[in-house]
Every structure is written in structure tokens, then in C-alpha cells.
């Protein structure tokens, strides 16, 4: 049996970014394990236990028994904690366990991929004892170990895979948290417009309009009068949306028609991940 059609999409992008992620550290000395990335409070260590946690609980594996220390900064509600129990388990880990985890841990899920059968509607274990759809699961997985791919390329000094498969499965994820920024957290008027061009690595144009009764869509056909345009290319579009950096950092490289007070609303809303 292989992966459903509709699925095998999110396998390839999940395969590609724990690949680079495995290729990434492998060679890495054990003080490099440290070092700090755009994560908030995660190191490269932290970053590979969290991905190695996480795909443990897709194949099923019972969560750690770990009390967490009271002063982690970065841990401030219910999942945030639950993700940091994967990870604090791990901190004393040496180079050699990491990297071994980590193996052992791909070829399982390989494995698991290889022989999934189920339908994407099946549902599964989620975070916090919820459920999700496999289809989804599968999504937020490509997209979560390629974003944590590039948290360690920023950290170690070696760009890349900007454009690769998991890349775009983040820009769709990404894109379709759009609507509820710009409608809901921002507040922008009734019958209004809000276009993105993002240029780079990779190239797309979205516009999110909102309706009478103040509800977003988001298309790809462009808006003749938009209340405002933001212009920026990919990698702050994706540092920005994943709350790797803050809109005043990169100020410089966003470029605004319009209505400002609109836009700097939006861009403070604009992080839908840590």
C-alpha cells in the first residue's frame, strides 16, 4: 500500500525537509548543538527534539512522564507547554543520542508512510488530547519540519530550500490564515481589499477581501482600488507570519501602499505560529 494520492504531496514535502534536517546535523559538534535559533527559546537541540517528539507521536509512541522547570520564559500557555515536554526531556542529550533518535525516528515514519492505507478524513491524535484529520495532520507536519529547517539553517549559516517542497506547503498554509488576520484581528472595513505581492524564491500575488458583513476571502485575482498593498519578498513573508522576526525589524523590506495604520495592523497580527 502507498500514501493516498491527495496525501503524498505533504509526504514528499515532510521527506525532503527531515532529510536537509538530518543532513544539517549530522556533522555538527556537540557545543553547535547549543546554539541559539529564531525560535523563541529553542536551540538547534531543542528544535531537532521537538521534531523528533512530534513525529514519535504520529507513529504512536506514548508521550514522556517529565515535570518541566518553572523558568522557561518561552512557555507561557497549555501548548506551549505541551510542546516543550518533548523537548526538555532531551536537553541533556549528547550529539551522538540526537543524531541516533533521529535516524531511528525517520526510518520509522518512512516506514509508517510507505505502508499508510488510511483514508485523509481518518482521524488521529492531535496536541492537547484532540483529534485531527490525517490530511491535516500530515500538512502541519510538512509544514512544521520545514519551518524548523530553516530555524536551523539560520542558526547554523547555511541558506537553502527556500523554494523547496515544504516551502510551498507553507505558503498555502500560511496563505489561508490570511482572511482572519485581515478581517477579524485587523479590523479592515467592510468592501475593502488588502493585496500581497511576494516576490523571491517564491512568487505569488493574494488578495483578501472582505465583505459587507465583514467576513475574508482570500483569491489570487488582483483588487483595482486596494485599501492597501504590502510588497515584501518570501523569507520576511514567512519569518513575519512564524513570529521569527518583528515587523519593525524588517521594516526596510516591506513595502506599503495605502493606508498605514491599516497595514502596521495587519502586520502586527500577521504571526499565526511560534
Not at 28 to 38: G, K, Q, S, Y
Not at 99 to 128: D, F, H
Not at 259 to 273: E, K
Request: aromatic share 6%.
Amino acid at each position: 500500500m502507498t500514501v493516498h494520492p491527495s496525501l503524498q504531496n505533504y509526504a514528499d514535502a515532510w521527506t525532503h525537509s527531515v532529510d536537509a534536517i538530518a543532513a544539517l546535523v549530522q556533522p555538527l559538534a556537540e557545543p553547535d548543538w547549543n546554539r541559539r535559533t529564531p525560535c523563541p527559546g529553542w536551540s538547534v537541540r531543542d528544535i531537532v527534539s521537538h521534531v523528533i517528539g512530534m513525529e514519535n507521536e504520529m507513529l504512536g509512541d506514548p508521550r514522556p512522564i517529565h515535570t518541566l522547570p518553572r523558568d522557561l520564559y518561552h512557555v507561557t500557555d497549555e501548548l506551549s507547554r505541551y510542546m516543550e515536554m518533548q523537548v526538555d526531556v532531551r536537553r541533556h542529550h549528547t550529539s551522538p543520542e540526537m543524531t541516533s533518535e533521529l535516524e531511528y525516528t525517520i526510518i520509522r515514519r518512512n516506514r509508517q508512510l510507505r505502508n499508510e492505507s488510511r483514508e485523509p478524513g481518518t482521524m488521529v491524535r492531535a496536541p492537547l488530547g484532540k483529534e485531527q484529520t490525517l490530511e491535516r495532520a500530515m500538512q502541519l507536519r510538512a509544514f512544521d519540519v520545514w519551518v524548523h529547517e530553516q530555524d536551523l539553517r539560520t542558526a547554523l549559516g547555511e541558506p537553502g530550500d527556500l523554494d523547496s517542497p515544504g516551502a510551498y506547503v507553507a505558503r498555502d498554509t500560511l496563505v489561508a490564515a490570511l482572511p482572519k488576520i485581515v478581517a477579524k484581528d485587523a479590523g479592515a472595513p467592510p468592501s475593502s481589499a488588502v493585496v500581497f505581492d511576494v516576490h523571491g524564491p517564491i512568487e505569488f500575488m493574494r488578495t483578501v477581501r472582505v465583505d459587507a458583513d465583514g467576513r475574508g476571502t482570500v483569491d489570487g485575482a488582483p483588487s483595482l482600488g486596494p485599501a492597501v498593498s504590502l510588497a515584501l519578498d518570501w523569507e520576511t513573508y514567512f519569518r513575519l507570519a512564524c513570529g521569527r522576526v518583528r515587523p519593525g525589524a524588517v521594516a526596510d523590506r516591506v513595502k506599503v501602499d495605502g493606508d498605514q495604520d491599516l497595514a502596521d495592523a495587519i502586520l502586527a497580527a500577521f504571526a499565526v505560529t511560534k
